[in-house]
């Protein structure tokens, strides 16, 4: 990691997600850039459940860690409007923010992503829910494909390399320095690495390491509200007309006894629900492929939980819920029919042979979902359900699969100045999921743009 040709100034960027790799494409002509993530490269990450097959190894795949981030093992949708995906908006205003949207799209069209999609109307969609307390948002939206994301990434991993990025793969670094309050560089395995920029973007699964960065350096952080919920599996006819609308609909709606705001998030049209892997425990998760299809649609239904005293960690909590899921599924993520759920019983295999619904996966324990998360999320969950079926009738069926838990973990938020670096140190800039300012692919890497320029325009001064 020495100075390169021309004695350009080097940035350090930490995470190869969307954000540290849109980042160094801004970067590269501009400055010596080094990406530095702890996991492996796109083509070497592997998971049996993401092949369709058992695997009780999960928390040695590379689901989260790797060239691409947590992304880069999804089935690769690009929501593209700014109002989706995180809080972008409240800091740079909606018009940048879809500009910025829009360079990511073009690079990911770039690289082997879906280019235009045709307008579908929505009014009809958008009336059924409005009259039933129910938000529908209007997305454009592509979707790349668990089965074709892996390409994408990789060719824009190897355009980076021709350009003079270098990545150190399965690496991780172990803090960040400052000398006289600007970051100087990171440390790996004990040895100073200089820098005259860094930027973190260690992805969600990095935020609490971040965290503790930014309170070494005295950095004020603030804990963001956590989503928990179910993955839910109905057979793809049911949901047929609305992803007919978007490919990844999204219904909002608040719920009558809590009046707590519950969402549908990241569908998966004839897609396969994956195990997914939590420090504390296991869950469940989605995938849609482009040449792979099942019979089923599924989704995440999310109820967001925010914390003040004598808590604030949400984090924290959510790793709580998580732990009990896995100690009643012996390690295995929890399904149960929704019907089952409704009369208070636990699912068997035996009642669920007698759905219609299929499971798309089957490493997981029959159990009473009730037991493991908390009455007030249960609940919320039922009434959304419910409320749901109004207008995407079938949705609520006793037939319906419910997997949990599925916990969208948060991550703290540090205070930050133009272009998202840090308040307290100089040329020390947070980008991404791990920031607790984005959340999804787009608004991640629109987010390490926005660094980026920040960055050039000090080294061009």
């Avoid at 990450?45 to 981030?69: F, H, L, P, Q, W």
């Avoid at 009473?368 to 998360?373: E, K, Q, T, V």
């Avoid at 973990?409 to 920031?435: K, W």
């Amino acid at each position: 990691m020495k100075r390169g040709a021309g004695n350009r100034q080097k940035v350090i960027i930490v995470g190869a997600g969307p954000a540290g790799l849109l980042a160094a494409h801004m970067l590269a002509d501009h400055a010596d850039v080094t990406i530095v993530e702890k996991g492996r490269d796109i083509g070497r990450r592997t998971c049996e459940v993401m092949k369709g097959k058992d695997c009780i190894y999960c928390n040695a795949c590379s689901v989260t860690a790797g060239v691409g981030g947590a992304g880069g093992m999804s089935d690769g949708k690009l929501n593209l409007n700014p109002l989706i995906g995180g809080d972008l908006v409240d800091f740079i205003g909606m018009q940048r923010t879809q500009e910025l949207f829009d360079m990511v799209d073009d690079y990911f069209v770039e690289h082997g992503a879906p280019g235009e999609v045709p307008h579908v109307p929505s009014d009809g969609l958008q009336q059924s829910a409005a009259a039933n307390g129910i938000e529908f948002i209007p997305i454009k939206q592509k979707h790349i494909g668990s089965d074709m994301l892996p390409r994408v990434i990789g060719s824009m991993k190897a355009d980076m390399e021709k350009r003079g990025v270098k990545f150190l793969l399965n690496t991780t670094v172990e803090s960040v320095t400052a000398q006289n309050d600007k970051a100087s560089g990171v440390v790996i395995k004990g040895k100073h690495y200089p820098a005259d920029y860094v930027l973190l973007a260690p992805g969600r699964s990095g935020s609490t390491w971040l965290g503790g960065q930014m309170k070494k350096f005295g950095v004020p952080i603030k804990y963001m509200p956590i989503d928990v919920g179910v993955r839910v599996e109905v057979p793809a006819v049911v949901y047929e007309e609305a992803v007919k609308t978007n490919w990844d609909p999204k219904f909002r709606m608040h719920t009558p006894t809590y009046d707590d705001l519950v969402r549908t998030f990241c569908t998966c049209p004839y897609g396969f629900v994956v195990q997914d892997t939590y420090e504390s425990g296991v869950g469940a998760n989605g995938h849609s492929q482009r040449n792979c299809r099942s019979n089923n649609t599924n989704f995440s239904f999310l109820t967001k939980i925010g914390l003040t005293e004598p808590l604030e960690n949400t984090n924290e909590y959510g790793s709580t819920i998580a732990h009990q899921a896995r100690t009643i599924g012996g390690g295995k993520p929890l399904l149960q029919r929704l019907g089952d759920l409704k009369k208070g019983q636990r699912s068997t295999w035996e009642r669920l042979k007698r759905s219609y619904v299929e499971p798309t996966l089957r490493y997981v324990t029959p159990a009473d979902i009730s037991m493991a998360l908390p009455h007030r999320v249960v609940t919320d969950l039922l009434e959304g359900l419910d409320m749901l079926d109004r207008v995407v009738p079938g949705v609520a069926s006793d037939a319906t699969l419910l997997y949990a838990p599925e916990i969208k973990f948060a991550a703290v938020r540090p205070e930050t100045r133009d272009h998202f670096e840090t308040a307290v140190v100089d040329n020390l800039f947070v980008a991404g999921d791990g920031a607790g300012v984005t959340r999804g692919i787009v608004p991640a890497a629109a987010m390490g743009i926005a660094c980026a320029e920040g960055i050039i325009a000090r080294i061009e001064k």
